[in-house]
């Protein structure tokens, strides 16, 4: 299955969002169609405009954003910028162009930031479309970055190397965010390109010997966001989404999940699609990324049925 074509967008623009932190927005496709907000992964990631890509652009309006902090969003500070706040921003987005409802995609902690939006508005909420679901729980971040975590068993090589040694997850995540704030460059982007390294072989299960990225910068970046989250629990409770799905159980979902993914547990998610009594589409044989055609073509099939089965709704009402 062929992923629609890239495509221009016709609004382009940046909006301040508070505490000096401004979020750059694209959208694409129609603008009277379906609205689709795209949730970009990371923390840190930024906006990605092949994302479009998923979505019919004769029938969804595709809004693209870069989350505070990230991509041309400014600043790059981790100053202000919690998930509350990234929750926040969305919904002011939403009331910025007019939307009473709308559709939320993201993969990983896009996906993550997708659900915690829908607890907290479900009233503005059509539907979900979510790839490779991270959960933020403690057993999430265990199986990620714990010397006793499937990743590390996968590539103990590796981890021995991305760990420095160091006893457990609290311990990793000190010694990364010391060594990300260093003033010597040399020496924050040294660590910048371990933890981007991990984070890449963990999606492509293989090793990437470039950063991945379009400059050292950008993944000095990235690193010292996903680490500012990851510190916090992302800023929320433990198995916060797993004791609030009750609240999203009546809003239209879609899961897609490898079931090798290395990044994001499939069991957690199976066991939330099971309780929300949500669409579940497994891939086997296919990791966290999207760099398969076998996940494209799953993702834009959901995008497709979401359509319809939206589309259908509003005919009945």
């Not at 991509?71 to 500070?77: D, F, K, M, R, V």
């Not at 993550?112 to 909420?125: D, G, M, R, S, W």
């Not at 990437?208 to 970046?221: A, I, K, T, Y």
């Amino acid at each position: 299955m062929q992923l629609y074509p890239n495509i221009t967008p016709y609004h382009d623009f940046h909006l301040s969002v508070g505490s000096g932190h401004q979020i750059h927005v694209q959208e694409f496709g129609d603008p009277a169609g379906l609205p689709v907000v795209i949730c970009h992964g990371g923390p840190g990631v930024g906006l990605h405009a092949d994302n479009c890509r998923f979505f019919d652009p004769t029938r969804y309006r595709i809004i693209l954003y870069s989350q505070r902090g990230c991509g041309q969003s400014t600043p790059h500070l981790t100053s202000a910028n919690t998930t509350t706040e990234l929750v926040a921003d969305l919904d002011y987005l939403r009331t910025y162009l007019g939307l009473e409802k709308w559709v939320l995609s993201g993969g990983s902690w896009g996906a993550t930031l997708c659900l915690l939006y829908a607890i907290e508005h479900t009233q503005h909420v059509h539907g979900l479309i979510l790839r490779g679901t991270f959960l933020a729980t403690s057993a999430d971040f265990q199986w990620l970055y714990s010397r006793h975590g499937a990743a590390a068993h996968f590539y103990p090589e590796l981890y021995a190397r991305f760990s420095q040694e160091l006893p457990d997850v609290a311990s990793i995540f000190a010694f990364y965010r010391r060594q990300l704030s260093d003033d010597n460059q040399i020496n924050a982007n040294h660590f910048a390109k371990l933890w981007c390294q991990w984070e890449n072989v963990l999606s492509h299960g293989k090793q990437q010997h470039q950063w991945g990225l379009s400059s050292p910068q950008l993944g000095l970046n990235m690193a010292r966001l996903m680490v500012h989250y990851f510190t916090a629990q992302c800023f929320i409770a433990d198995n916060f989404i797993g004791e609030h799905y009750k609240k999203i159980s009546k809003i239209p979902t879609w899961f897609i999940h490898g079931r090798h993914d290395l990044v994001c547990r499939f069991n957690g998610v199976q066991h939330l699609a099971e309780q929300l009594n949500a669409q579940l589409l497994i891939l086997d044989g296919v990791g966290h990324g999207v760099d398969s055609n076998v996940y494209l073509a799953a993702v834009r099939r959901a995008a497709d049925l979401m359509c319809i089965k939206l589309s259908r709704n509003r005919c009945k009402d």
